[in-house]
């Protein structure tokens, strides 16, 4: 049989009728709660069973000793009950507040020991991103062209008819547009395309802008071009333009090595074969002393000592009569490079598709 808690039953139903013995009942209550006390777990859910057992408005054993032991106890008992209840009452709750500290101090000692950084172990290496390496090439032109007073203008991807092709002197049945051919967009505002080259850039900010004009536009340019190892739909390019009335040949030339020696470095030397541009005249192929050999010959080079780099050459004066610009008095000149080209001769990387893979074995070898 369960024995019968004691706190459940009265003094009279107990048999116990003299203050030693009430004495004795309260004793046997505070070793009870003593034991159970210690018994307990160092952690908040079992600490408030214990609570609830002991001080519960409804069923905790003090609200039972004060509803069955002192309440029903005989006057010449009440006294001594009450004071052994309230000496009861005072060590249960003082006990309870000393086990919630202690509860608490534990709870904090195990947040620090989780959150506790040993500097013994060795430490985590993470992952830190870097710029893409046409980015990086971007940046390192850029860099070239700003140093020597050139501003960076930025201009639309979708262009019209005019700003790509006929404000640059190339008509509408101009053999030079076979090789620019480019996907088309039909809109509410007519024929649109995606640009061939960041030289609309130029007319635009001919437009807007008087002489001196001193520019270097980089972005995305798109042809109808099939993917191979050297070509792609979207490439990259940066076109550069200077335009004031002392401009001269020479001013090109030594543009033109200046940037080619901090690009590709100190001892690269240039050349300038004829070319034809319909947005420059006269117009060049800029070349370069081959950066593998130095000039002496490689498979890079193809043996023959020399990379070209990009074409250029003076602002034609047709030009400059789309933009009001009075072309008796300015001259100037125009470059446009190839980002995509720039940076797999300098870095030595021969598919033009990998740098568009995403591939980071690929990308780490250019931190």
């Given at each position: 049989?369960?024995?019968?808690?004691?706190?459940?039953?009265?003094?009279?139903?107990?048999?116990?009728?003299?203050?030693?013995?009430?004495?004795?009942?309260?004793?046997?209550?505070?070793?009870?709660?003593?034991?159970?006390?210690?018994?307990?777990?160092?952690?908040?859910?079992?600490?408030?069973?214990?609570?609830?057992?002991?001080?519960?408005?409804?069923?905790?054993?003090?609200?039972?000793?004060?509803?069955?032991?002192?309440?029903?106890?005989?006057?010449?008992?009440?006294?001594?009950?009450?004071?052994?209840?309230q000496?009861?009452?005072?060590?249960?709750?003082?006990?309870?507040?000393?086990?919630?500290?202690?509860?608490?101090?534990?709870?904090?000692?195990?947040?620090?020991?989780?959150?506790?950084?040993?500097?013994?172990?060795?430490?985590?290496?993470?992952?830190?991103?870097?710029?893409?390496?046409?980015?990086?090439?971007?940046?390192?032109?850029q860099?070239?062209?700003?140093?020597?007073?050139?501003?960076?203008?930025?201009?639309?991807?979708?262009?019209?008819?005019?700003?790509?092709?006929?404000?640059?002197?190339?008509?509408?049945?101009?053999?030079?547009?076979?090789?620019?051919?480019?996907?088309?967009?039909?809109?509410?505002?007519?024929?649109h395309?995606?640009?061939?080259?960041?030289?609309?850039?130029?007319?635009?900010?001919?437009?807007?802008?008087?002489?001196?004009?001193?520019?270097?536009?980089?972005?995305?340019?798109?042809?109808?071009?099939?993917?191979?190892?050297?070509?792609?739909?979207?490439?990259?390019?940066?076109?550069?333009?200077?335009?004031?009335?002392?401009?001269t040949?020479?001013?090109?030339?030594?543009?033109?090595?200046?940037?080619?020696?901090e690009?590709?470095?100190?001892?690269?030397?240039?050349?300038?074969?004829?070319?034809?541009?319909?947005?420059?005249?006269?117009?060049?192929?800029?070349?370069?002393?081959?950066?593998?050999?130095?000039?002496?010959g490689?498979?890079?080079?193809?043996?023959?000592?020399?990379?070209?780099?990009?074409?250029a050459?003076?602002?034609?004066?047709?030009?400059?009569?789309?933009?009001k610009?009075?072309?008796?008095?300015?001259?100037?000149?125009?470059?446009?490079?190839?980002?995509d080209?720039?940076?797999?001769?300098?870095?030595?990387?021969?598919?033009?598709?990998?740098?568009?893979?995403?591939?980071?074995?690929?990308?780490?070898?250019?931190?």
């Amino acid at each position: 049989m369960t024995a019968i808690d004691p706190t459940r039953q009265t003094f009279a139903q107990r048999g116990i009728v003299t203050s030693e013995a009430v004495a004795k009942e309260f004793a046997e209550l505070r070793k009870r709660f003593d034991e159970e006390a210690s018994r307990c777990p160092l952690d908040i859910e079992n600490f408030q069973n214990l609570q609830v057992a002991w001080t519960g408005r409804k069923s905790g054993i003090l609200s039972c000793i004060g509803d069955n032991w002192l309440k029903p106890a005989p006057p010449d008992l009440k006294r001594a009950v009450g004071q052994e209840f309230q000496r009861l009452k005072a060590h249960v709750e003082a006990k309870l507040e000393e086990k919630q500290r202690e509860i608490e101090v534990a709870a904090e000692q195990a947040a620090q020991a989780r959150d506790r950084i040993d500097f013994s172990l060795p430490g985590v290496e993470r992952a830190i991103g870097t710029h893409h390496i046409i980015r990086q090439t971007f940046e390192e032109l850029q860099r070239i062209f700003l140093s020597i007073g050139f501003s960076v203008v930025e201009g639309p991807e979708i262009e019209t008819p005019y700003y790509n092709f006929e404000a640059l002197n190339i008509p509408e049945h101009h053999p030079a547009r076979d090789n620019m051919d480019t996907f088309y967009i039909e809109g509410t505002r007519g024929e649109h395309l995606l640009r061939t080259h960041t030289s609309p850039m130029q007319i635009r900010t001919m437009e807007k802008q008087p002489p001196p004009v001193r520019i270097v536009v980089p972005g995305k340019v798109y042809r109808r071009d099939n993917p191979d190892a050297t070509h792609g739909y979207m490439f990259h390019q940066i076109e550069g333009l200077a335009v004031d009335t002392d401009i001269t040949f020479c001013d090109f030339k030594g543009t033109v090595e200046y940037f080619a020696r901090e690009f590709l470095g100190p001892k690269t030397k240039t050349r300038l074969r004829p070319s034809y541009f319909p947005f420059t005249e006269p117009s060049a192929e800029v070349d370069a002393t081959c950066h593998v050999c130095g000039g002496s010959g490689c498979r890079v080079c193809k043996h023959s000592g020399w990379i070209e780099l990009f074409g250029a050459g003076m602002v034609n004066p047709a030009v400059y009569g789309f933009v009001k610009y009075d072309a008796d008095r300015l001259s100037g000149f125009a470059f446009g490079m190839g980002v995509d080209r720039l940076a797999m001769m300098k870095y030595g990387i021969t598919e033009l598709l990998v740098l568009f893979q995403n591939d980071v074995r690929f990308l780490r070898q250019f931190p």
